[in-house]
């Protein structure tokens, strides 16, 4: 065991704000040709929900390189490369 006494974090919180306005096509979001007869926007968040949830499909379907991540304090904001 460690001689040294555990460090304690400072009492600090970062904001993390994430942003994206990405646009899909029926056949973008229903790749196996799958899609309903007349797709409606409330059929999209049933795929979402399939597919694993909007954190999954971000990743899964390659749309976190379109995102735009902020993290910020009191004092100022930075984006995230």
Do not use: Y
């Not at 899909?24 to 409606?40: F, K, N, R, Y």
């Not at 399939?50 to 379907?61: P, S, T, Y």
């Amino acid at each position: 065991m460690s001689d040294q006494p555990k460090r304690v974090p400072p009492k600090k919180s970062f904001g993390f704000s994430i942003s994206a306005e990405l646009s899909l096509d029926v056949e973008e979001i229903w790749p196996d040709g799958d899609w309903p007869e007349d797709p409606t926007v409330d059929d999209v968040p049933k795929v979402i929900a399939q597919c694993g949830g909007k954190m999954r499909i971000l990743h899964d379907w390659d749309l976190d390189s379109d995102l735009d991540l902020t993290v910020s304090d009191e004092k100022e904001a930075r984006n995230v490369p």
